[in-house]
Each structure stands twice: as C-alpha cells, then as structure tokens.
C-alpha cells in the first residue's frame, strides 16, 4: 500500500450517517436487564456475544452471538457485531449499561483508519457496514463505547461475574470465579425459561417458516428420489427457505431417508431418497432475531405408508397424543414424556417385543427403551435445546408455566441391525415432533398447520405432489 493510495483512500466519502430506532423486541430486553441487575445489586456483570470462529484458513463461519447477549440486546441476524461486550457496572442501587463494540470504521485517518479497506475480517469493504456508536445507541437504547475501551472499563477492584468462555480478552482481563459464573449461567439460562409476548410472536414466525420448509420437501421429493444423494436435496431444499425467510438454520438439518432415520442426529445426508422407505426430516428455520422452530415429520416417500409402516406410525403417533394431552399448567414438565413412554412400551410389549417382566416401563428393566433412547422433548427458544444450563427443580424436575415453549417428540427406532426384531421391523425409525405454547388453560401448538395422523400426511403429500 503505497502512501499516496493510503491518503486516497482518507478522502472523497460522502456523509452516510443513519437514524435508527430502536431495534424490535428492545423494551422486553430493557425489563430482562432490570431482572439480571436486580439479581446481583453491587456486582459488575459482564456478557459478551463472542466473536468469529475460523472455518478453514482465513474463513470464518457466519457469526452468531451469544444466546444470553441476544436475550440481553434483543439483537438481530445481520446487524450483530462480533467482539462485542455488554458491562453491567453497578452504580446505587443499579447498574449503568454500556454496550462496548466495534464502531463502524472510520474514514479519516486515526489509529483504524485503514481498517474500512484492509481489514478482511472487520473492514467495511469486506465485510459489511457495521453501525456507528451514535447509532448503536439508539438502537438497543444503552450507552456505547469502543471496544478499545474495554479494558479500561475493567480495571478496578470491583465484584465481577463473567459469562466465560466465550472473548479471550475479558477473559484474560477478569480473574475466575468458577461458583459465581456457574451461578450467573444458570440464571440466564432461567430468564430464559418463560417467554415473554416479544419472544413468543418471534416463535411463531420461526415455527411458521419451518412449516413452510416442510411443505417446500413434499414439493420435491419426486426430484430427490432421482439422485445418489437425495437426502441432500432435501436439505438444501429445506435450507434454502431457512435463509430465505430467517437468518439460517436453528441446527443443522436431519434429512434422514430408510435405516438412516435410526440415528438420532443423522446429519450427513448423503444417501439416496428412494419410494417404498420413509424420510425423517428433523429441521427449524432460525428467524432473524435469532428464535428457532424445531419440527419432526417422517414421510412416507411414495406418498403412502406400507401397511408394516402405518403399524409403526400410528404407535409414535399415539405416543405423541398421550404426551400432548398432558400438556397444562401446573402439570410436571417430564409429564408428557412419562405418557408417551407408557403408549410405546405398552405397544412394543403388545407385539411381543419386550421379554418378560410384568410391567414394561418397570424401572428395574425399563427395556423398551432399547427402541428410543432419548427424552422426548425439550424447551425451545433462542437455543432449539433451550435453557440448558436451568436447574434441575427449574426445569427438568419442575412444574410448566404459561409462556413455557416445548416441543413433544417421541420417537421409536428399530436399527437395521437388531436381530432381536423380525426383520421386516428393521431399519425403520420414526419421531414425530411438534412446538407447543404453554397458555393459561392449556397448551397451543405452534405448529398445527402441518398434518401429524397418517392419513392427513397422505392427503397433504398427495394435494402437494
């Protein structure tokens, strides 16, 4: 870079400052930062979002904040800043909020002066715009301050919990405090748990878009059957409405075709799509602000379920039914996976497929579980396993609330290899799985526009075909 070129580059640039508003779903993530400071009155908290993680060389997957700093900023896909750090700096009876980022870079000459052009990970020429501190500012409604800054901001002898782990920097800044940063994690795991209206109607969009992936597949399954590696087409197909209508995918997809539906979290999908066996298609669009949809459906890929897979099906449908039912205030979370384990371990024990004992979901034997390893559902969320860090009494072992989301997915799993089955059993996998609203009196299912009894899954394939 000679001088002359680098002088150049300092002048000529027209003005091209912006007024922003404040950022949709700002006020709700106002009242989640009251709670987090009212939780630790005299503490400095510090959140960052993380930053870029290398792919290959010198390229960077798409980056995606922190979920707690999402929650915290209510930041959106595009819009996010890598590096960026919010402080929580106990001031009376409070906090005083400041949001440290990368400012947009500037034109005319200082220490980043070059940055707007040089620099391939932060430059605006190669990578984007990135909003001013004025700007940010009025976006989330905080104070901002460089990044640069934050070092000195810090400093002191103040007490501090950090979401570790997740910027070198602070890290290196911020001596451990490994029970009190286990206790910060765990209560913005919890914040997390009840949804508020923001967040719920984000849900809704995410789960919309992922209902409509779904009906983007059955439109090309006839293409998929035709190639060596269908199941990709599948997956391309379903991502393709995931960067259409959201930010990307809330995890990667399962396009799990034939015996493949027998690992849980088939991601390769690599293998063919062929008529006469089912798809497991396990997929959620992530929205723009970061919320994700997480549906199940297995298809059958003529358009018709062989009598051997109706069976099957309506077993994990029943299975689903039952958790479904439980669904309520009040009612113990686990509840549903306790109903919809009983419906599968009474139906495999009916065909003579649990070996003896009296009681097939015994403890003491619990053999069915042979067919289905796994729980059948979760919270859903900013993370598509959402609140992960919550309290057992919290979470796994509480009590659903109104504006819990969930999912109910049972799922049953004959591996192709399992010689204690008749073979016309083997390879087969199914799960069903839908999103549920925990409402006052009950539970909605956000989800409901997708068919889940066999005979609906026909006529839907079929009305798309």
């Known amino acids: 870079m000679s001088a002359a070129l680098a002088e150049n580059f300092q002048q000529g640039w027209a003005d091209t400052g912006l007024q922003l508003p404040l950022v949709p779903g700002a006020a709700f993530a106002a009242k989640r930062r009251a709670a987090l400071s009212e939780r630790f009155p005299g503490e400095r908290i510090v959140i960052p979002s993380g930053g870029l993680k290398a792919r290959s060389n010198d390229f960077d997957y798409t980056f995606r904040p922190h979920s707690a700093f999402i929650h915290l900023t209510a930041e959106q896909g595009t819009q996010a800043v890598p590096d960026s750090v919010l402080v929580f700096e106990p001031l009376g009876n409070g906090h005083e909020v400041t949001l440290f980022t990368r400012p947009r870079s500037p034109r005319d000459g200082g220490p980043n002066g070059a940055e707007f052009y040089s620099s391939r990970r932060h430059g ?66 919890e914040l997390r748990l009840v949804k508020d209206e923001w967040e719920v109607e984000q849900l809704r969009t995410a789960v919309g878009s992922t209902v409509a992936g779904f009906h983007d597949v059955v439109g090309e399954l006839r293409t998929a059957t035709g190639l060596a590696r269908g199941e990709r087409w599948i997956e391309g197909t379903f991502n393709r409405r995931a960067r259409l209508d959201g930010y990307g995918l809330g995890f990667e997809t399962i396009a799990a075709a034939g015996a493949h539906a027998c690992v849980l979290h088939w991601m390769h999908n690599d293998g063919p799509v062929r008529d006469g066996d089912l798809l497991l298609l396990d997929a959620g669009v992530e929205a723009d602000s970061f919320y994700t949809g997480d549906v199940t459906r297995t298809l059958p890929v003529s358009g018709r379920f062989t ?59 619990a053999l069915y579980r042979r067919f289905t390893v796994c729980g059948s559902g979760h919270m859903l969320g900013l993370d598509c396993h959402d609140c992960g860090a919550a309290r057992s009494e919290a979470y796994l072992d509480g009590v659903l609330e109104p504006g819990h989301v969930l999912t109910v997915e049972p799922g049953l799993y004959f591996q192709p290899d399992d010689l204690t089955i008749p073979e016309e059993l083997r390879g087969i996998g199914i799960r069903i799985e839908d999103d549920f609203l925990i409402t006052d009196d009950g539970a909605l299912c956000l989800s409901a526009d997708l068919p889940r009894g066999a005979d609906e899954v026909e006529a839907w394939m079929a009305s798309l075909r």
């Open 307 to 365: 009598d051997v897979q109706r069976r099957f099906y309506d077993l994990v449908f029943a299975a689903q039914s039952a958790g479904i039912a439980t669904l309520r205030p009040g009612a113990r979370f686990g509840d549903f996976h306790d109903a919809a384990m009983r419906v599968i371990a009474e139906g495999l024990d009916a065909w003579g497929l649990l070996p003896g004992g009296d009681d097939p979901l015994a403890a003491d034997s």
């Open 124 to 189: 605006e020429f190669w990578v984007g715009r990135r909003r001013t501190l004025t700007e940010t500012s009025d976006a989330f409604g905080l104070a901002a301050a460089a990044r640069d800054d934050l070092e000195r901001a810090l400093a002191g002898r103040v007490p501090t919990r950090v979401l570790r782990g997740e910027d070198e920097l602070v890290d290196a800044l911020v001596p451990p405090a490994r029970e009190a940063e286990a206790e910060l994690l765990t209560f913005l795991s």
